[in-house]
């Protein structure tokens, strides 16, 4: 297997390319996304259980970063009475959240790297599985403790080194030196990062497996959320039959023919001091 860089950004496409690519999805995306709705779902809970132990719901005001079709953002509004901005990177995503939504969501076309807020400005930050399209994590980290009030609290859900290397492995095996999976960072990094940036930051890990019938269909999933590879590096025109015919045959199957995906699953939880 092709070694993995420790550090994204020698991958991390043009911002224009990760919004237009997740804004083509946006109709696509809900459908397929169980991994997203498992991982927000965390988050969620883990929010609802702080709040309710802090007895302090009343007039929060809540950022849902990469918020894409809404599917959190319209759960984080019906928190009582919260006031919530859902903010991402894909005007189409954008264009999809206000019409999937009810009315009173703030929506706000912006980069999780600088965001348009004003300092100590929001109670909660909520982010399910975007900070590993951003190429400079540990600054979104930071813009996120930026916004942050004092004793506010950031939900943080991402995926690490060791997401789909079986669909890597099968790939270098059928087109050794071309990429076709997207890279992540290493749990080392991101947890140097969340403690180089955030007081006495939580993290969680889990290693996440999903079961398809077959590769074509992991590769569709994918496609349905807008997650396809992505790397400056990657083909301009379509891959060729065959080298997707081997990709297939070199992915392990278990004795029904079917195949898992693995996700290195992580989930980061920060308070603010008061």
Same mark, same amino acid.
């Given at each position: 297997? &092709?070694?993995?860089?420790?550090?994204?950004? &020698?991958?991390?496409?043009?911002?224009?390319?990760? @919004?237009?690519?997740?804004?083509?999805?946006?109709?696509?995306?809900?459908?397929?996304?169980?991994?997203?709705?498992?991982?927000?779902?965390?988050?969620?809970?883990?929010?609802?259980?702080? %709040?309710?132990?802090?007895? +302090?719901?009343?007039?929060?005001?809540?950022? &849902?970063? =990469?918020?894409?079709? =809404?599917?959190?953002?319209?759960?984080?509004?019906?928190?009582? =009475?919260?006031?919530?901005? =859902?903010?991402?990177?894909?005007?189409?995503?954008?264009?999809?959240?206000?019409?999937?939504?009810?009315?009173?969501?703030?929506?706000?076309?912006?980069?999780?790297?600088?965001?348009?807020?004003? !300092?100590?400005?929001? &109670?909660?930050?909520?982010?399910?599985?975007?900070?590993?399209?951003?190429?400079? /994590?540990?600054?979104?980290?930071?813009? +996120?403790?930026?916004?942050?009030?004092? $004793? $506010?609290? %950031? %939900?943080?859900?991402?995926?690490?080194? $060791?997401?789909? !290397?079986?669909?890597?492995? #099968?790939?270098?095996?059928?087109?050794?030196?071309?990429?076709?999976?997207?890279?992540?960072?290493?749990?080392?990094?991101?947890?140097?990062?969340?403690?180089?940036?955030?007081? @006495?930051?939580?993290? #969680?890990?889990?290693?996440?497996?999903? !079961?398809? /019938?077959?590769?074509? @269909?992991?590769?569709?999933?994918?496609?349905?959320?807008?997650?396809?590879?992505?790397?400056?590096?990657?083909?301009?025109? *379509?891959?060729?039959?065959?080298?997707?015919?081997?990709? +297939?045959?070199?992915? /392990?199957?278990?004795?029904? $023919?079917?195949?898992?995906?693995?996700?290195?699953? *992580?989930?980061?939880? +920060?308070?603010?001091? !008061?």
């Amino acid at each position: 297997m &092709d070694p993995v860089t420790t550090n994204t950004h &020698d991958w991390v496409p043009p911002k224009s390319t990760i @919004a237009r690519d997740f804004g083509s999805a946006s109709h696509t995306y809900n459908p397929a996304a169980r991994l997203q709705r498992y991982m927000g779902q965390v988050l969620l809970d883990q929010l609802k259980e702080g %709040l309710h132990q802090a007895q +302090c719901a009343d007039g929060l005001q809540i950022l &849902d970063l =990469g918020s894409g079709t =809404g599917w959190f953002t319209g759960q984080l509004a019906s928190i009582r =009475g919260s006031q919530v901005t =859902g903010v991402d990177i894909s005007a189409g995503m954008l264009r999809y959240a206000r019409s999937a939504n009810p009315a009173g969501i703030r929506w706000v076309e912006a980069d999780a790297e600088a965001l348009p807020l004003p !300092d100590n400005s929001v &109670d909660v930050v909520f982010s399910n599985l975007m900070i590993q399209w951003c190429r400079d /994590p540990a600054g979104v980290l930071a813009e +996120c403790r930026r916004v942050l009030r004092p $004793g $506010g609290r %950031l %939900l943080v859900s991402t995926l690490l080194e $060791g997401t789909l !290397d079986e669909l890597r492995e #099968a790939w270098h095996r059928a087109d050794p030196g071309h990429q076709h999976v997207n890279r992540f960072e290493s749990e080392a990094r991101f947890r140097e990062q969340a403690f180089e940036t955030l007081p @006495a930051p939580q993290l #969680a890990i889990e290693t996440i497996s999903l !079961d398809y /019938p077959s590769p074509l @269909a992991l590769l569709a999933e994918l496609k349905a959320i807008g997650a396809g590879y992505k790397g400056v590096s990657r083909r301009q025109s *379509a891959t060729a039959p065959g080298r997707l015919r081997a990709m +297939c045959r070199y992915y /392990p199957r278990d004795g029904e $023919g079917r195949i898992q995906a693995t996700y290195t699953s *992580a989930w980061l939880g +920060c308070r603010l001091p !008061d």
